[in-house]
């Protein structure tokens, strides 16, 4: 016996029947057959559970009169039920099932399996969610030998019948039986070239008959079974191998990574097959109720002439626009649906007023002309840009079509990403060299340059640069700044590189593992292709991809739609919305984003330019206190610039600073040279210099003399940033009369007494700056960042005013993870579902986030008015974002550039919770 046939389930012609009379009893009255069709319909939208997206969308439109072929739905619930019972259907099944071919026969006054007048039946797959192209569908259903002479002499149409039949045999042969499609297209193939055919369409009835005996001997070869000809065993075969699909390894990979449960199952529709094969006044195609790229309010789509459902997305011919306006936009020379059939372009339009007015929302459809007659075989929500989901959103509110509130949870925030960078030109060529991570988004063309000195230098030429690293350093932060676009061939999402372009705005390629990059010889090697310096590619940092040459770029325009929506997010929302920033530049653009104060302005990028770095240098090399206030009374004026100047931006604004926090070990002089400079600077023998260099080399900087540990060492670090922090404040309340607001943050903290020290220090400088009146409002704070911090976060709230989780240092410490080398085996933990996904990314909420919960809880309770926020990069992570809403912060802080995904991130937290 065959064995893809028996693995059906179903012996010929009977249906298996549950021997267990129990769940008989139960069930025997259950529905798991609604029907649709003829203006009416047993389901309706709200019943997705149970019909699946598709089947219930024909139901509702079925109801709404629209041109529906009538058909029935076989609820998700037989899904399972089969799935749980090794392909066994419930009770009943089969009797509300020949009921319902009954009632589609009523309406089409057809038979199925009648010789004369045959029933065709199309049977589709359809979930709760659209799982594109997972599952299986089955058309032209009912023909046999003898069904395909009745179909041939009632269209009038033998070659019509014949296409039909083939099609159908292909479809089920490869759906049921497991014979695949090549096999057909080979047999098609042979037959077209040796007749010097080129299209499908050249084929005549006698030529399809004879393709059709050829599909039968090779499906009994193949298969070791015959094509079945009667129509219930090819009905009851497909609805099980449609059930099947649900559990094919495709399906069930794809479902891991959209995170849909198996449990959902999977509907089969049954419905009475339409035909736009049927020559030349029959058509079938795909129309989007509105520009899905950019939003137009305009029907926009693609058909193909005498053609069946595949046949568009199958790319065998080239589709048709059905716009003259698509037809134009696409610079096709083949014409439009509204040019050669226009009414029935007409009335699609009409349908899709209708459907948008129902539904209030952009649908994507699918339909089928049959000899002038229109016919809608599907309707669901469809994808948009962020670009066209925005136009939408606003134009539908305007419309009265939905609220204000309905807009914002209709665009997604990370898609926000796309509107805010430069992108490629989509209709651009391009040669891609390789493939990294999507560490920034944006692209950028530029000539490569293998140093940050360089990069300065070309982009003070006038030129632009790509700063190719094996990774990045502090050290290299103004050749990032100089720089349009960073690749690195190591390190992650979280590497120095990705969250210092982030920041910047800089499109950054990270961890492109192919690219080999000699500093000596000058070189980067990629794919086998040696780029030399100067040599130009431009990087997408929204796709990780590098390419060859200049490929066009567009400049994104922020649109007046942009800032409503932003509005009424913004009117939502309950979570503030901060920026990471460290530079004027920066802070500009945060606030032109909507960022409403910083909440992490990082102090150490201001110690690793020009002479600073040798004055930091100096101070940790220093011998003794007095040398090391020496050196850094050098660093104060420099310091209380860039505070002021940040005030200054700010205007009254929140500003949450973070004293010096990376490792001493960061700061030391690497090269003789840079030795040299600090020994004549600091008047310091050269071999005492080296000597230090050695002492104060650390084996693991990150858990080393770093945050508040130098704070407490070196207390004068922190006393002359807190002098540059409150007199820059002084500065500047006295320039514009406006209360500058501070919050000195301490890193780094997992003791209480390590604050209180820290506390001490801070408040006897501010004793000393602030004498009465000055228009400065200094609180102090901590970081939580370490799993001790987090479990101890009671006491330490009695030393802390606010609370702001540094979640790339607390994943880091709770997982035991260094965020820099987690690149060799974290994709590996991701690909077999070890983690769900990169912790770096989003939040962890089970672990991370227990810990986040119970430093919000114990802090709150010793301090009831505790503030508390999030600064690391999840802060401008959409889901972590929700997250930090549940939690109940106050808020978060990201990336100048993610600060609109947050505000909206932050408006559907509190939309989808009920506020
Ligand atoms: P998918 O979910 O993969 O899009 P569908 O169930 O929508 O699968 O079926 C695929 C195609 O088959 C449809 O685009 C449509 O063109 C065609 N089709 C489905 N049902 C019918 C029908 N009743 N009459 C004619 N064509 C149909
Ligand atoms: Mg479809
Ligand atoms: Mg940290």
């Not at 009893?25 to 997705?48: C, E, I, L, P, W």
């Not at 912060?889 to 932050?906: G, N």
Request: proline share 4%.
């Amino acid at each position: 016996m065959n064995t893809s046939i028996a693995h059906a389930g179903i012996p010929c012609r009977d249906l298996p029947i549950s021997s267990k009379a129990d769940i008989l009893s139960k069930q025997k009255h259950a529905k798991y057959v609604y029907t649709f069709g003829n203006g009416k319909a047993d389901g309706d939208r709200s019943m997705k559970i149970l019909l699946g997206g598709k089947g219930a969308g024909l139901a509702e439109m079925s109801a709404l009169g629209l041109p529906v072929p009538p058909g029935f739905t076989i609820t998700t619930q037989v899904c399972t039920w089969f799935t749980n019972n090794v392909g066994e259907y419930p009770p009943n099944l089969d009797v509300q099932v020949t009921e319902s071919i009954a009632a589609i026969e009523k309406i089409t006054a057809t038979r199925f399996g009648d010789p004369l007048r045959p029933l065709l039946l199309s049977v589709r797959s359809g979930s709760r969610v659209s799982m594109p192209g997972m599952m299986d569908t089955v058309l032209n259903l009912g023909l046999n030998d003898r069904t395909v002479q009745g179909l041939a002499s009632d269209s009038e149409d033998p070659r019509f019948a014949y296409d039909s039949y083939r099609r159908f045999i292909q479809m089920f042969a490869d759906v049921v039986m497991g014979v695949p499609h090549h096999h057909f297209e080979h047999i098609l193939d042979q037959h077209k070239r040796a007749r010097s055919f080129h299209l499908d369409t050249d084929l005549s009835a006698q030529d399809w008959q004879q393709i059709i005996s050829q599909y039968k001997i090779k499906i009994h070869s193949e298969a070791g079974h015959d094509f079945p000809q009667d129509p219930r065993t090819q009905l009851w075969h497909s609805i099980a191998a449609v059930f099947r699909s649900w559990s094919n390894a495709r399906a069930v990979t794809y479902r891991k990574l959209q995170n849909i449960p198996n449990d959902w199952g999977t509907a089969v529709n049954v419905q009475a097959m339409v035909f736009g094969n049927m020559g030349e006044s029959s058509a079938t195609g795909v129309a989007f109720t509105r520009n899905p790229a950019t939003g137009d309010n305009a029907l926009y789509g693609e058909y193909l002439v005498n053609a069946q459902g595949e046949d568009v997305v199958a790319g065998i011919r080239t589709p048709q626009q059905i716009t003259i306006a698509g037809k134009v936009a696409n610079r096709s020379n083949l014409p439009a649906m509204e040019e050669v059939m226009p009414s029935m372009f007409h009335e699609l339009n009409a349908i899709r007023h209708t459907l948008e007015e129902h539904y209030s929302d952009m649908q994507d459809i699918e339909f089928t002309i049959q000899r002038g007659k229109l016919y809608i075989l599907q309707t669901r929500a469809g994808k948009r840009t962020a670009r066209a989901a925005l136009k939408i959103a606003c134009e539908m509110v305007e419309e009265g079509l939905i609220t204000e509130d309905e807009a914002v949870m209709r665009v997604d925030p990370s898609s926000l990403n796309q509107l805010l960078h430069p992108r490629i030109d989509p209709t651009a060529e391009r040669q891609v060299l390789a493939e990294g991570l999507a560490a920034s988004p944006g692209a950028a063309s530029g000539h490569i340059v293998f140093s940050a000195d360089e990069a300065e230098r070309l982009a003070q030429s006038g030129e632009k640069a790509i700063l190719c690293r094996t990774e990045t350093s502090p050290e290299d932060i103004h050749g990032m700044n100089a720089a349009v676009g960073i690749v690195t061939s190591r390190g992650g999402m979280t590497s120095h590189a990705a969250v210092v372009a982030r920041g910047m705005g800089r499109a950054c390629v990270a961890g492109a593992s192919n690219v080999n990059i000699d500093y000596n010889a000058n070189i980067m090697e990629v794919g086998g292709k040696i780029l030399q310096e100067g040599d130009i590619v431009t990087i997408d940092g929204g796709s990780g991809e590098v390419m060859l040459g200049e490929v066009p770029t567009i400049e994104p325009e922020l649109s007046g739609d942009f800032s409503r929506l932003m509005g009424w997010a913004d009117k939502r929302r309950k979570l503030g919305v901060l920026v990471n920033a460290d530079t004027p530049e920066d802070c500009r653009k945060a606030l032109e984003f909507g960022a409403e104060g910083i909440g992490l302005c990082r102090t150490e990028h201001m110690f690793f330019e020009g002479v600073r770095i040798v004055a930091m240098r100096e101070m940790i090399l220093a011998t003794n206190v007095a040398e090391r206030r020496k050196a850094l009374r050098k660093v104060l004026p420099m310091q209380r610039d860039d505070f002021a100047e940040i005030f200054r931006i700010m205007k009254g604004r929140p500003v949450t600073i973070r004293l010096l926090d990376p490792p001493l070990h960061e700061f030391l002089p690497h090269t003789e040279a840079e030795m040299h400079v600090v020994s004549a600077a600091a008047g310091l023998s050269l071999d005492y210099v080296r000597e230090q260099v050695i002492r104060l080399r650390e084996t693991n900087p990150m858990l080393g003399h770093r945050g508040c540990r130098v704070g407490i060492t070196y207390p004068e670090v922190y006393e002359m940033q807190t002098r540059a922090i409150l007199e820059a404040g002084v500065i500047i309340g006295r320039e514009t009369g406006v209360n500058v607001e501070v919050e000195i943050m301490v890193p780094f903290v997992g003791v209480e007494a390590e604050l209180k020290i820290v506390k001490e220090c801070i408040d006897k400088v501010a004793k000393e700056v602030l004498v009465n009146g000055e228009k400065v409002h200094y609180v102090v704070g901590t970081m939580i960042e370490l799993p001790r911090a987090a479990l101890n976060a009671g006491k330490i709230a009695k030393q802390a005013h606010f609370f702001s989780f540094g979640t790339n240092d607390l994943t880091q410490m709770t997982f035991g993870l260094s965020r820099d080398d987690a690149g060799s085996f974290l994709p590996t933990y991701e690909k077999r579902g070890i983690i769900e996904a990169d912790p770096f990314v989003h939040l962890d909420e089970e672990g991370v986030g227990e810990l986040m919960q119970l430093a919000v809880e114990r802090g709150r309770k010793t301090r009831a008015d505790l503030k508390v926020c999030v600064c690391g990069e999840h802060g401008g992570d959409a889901k972590s974002v929700i997250f930090c809403h549940k939690l109940g912060l106050d808020c978060v802080s990201c990336s100048p550039y993610r600060v609109p995904i947050a505000r909206l991130a932050a408006a559907h937290a509190a939309l989808s919770s009920g506020l």
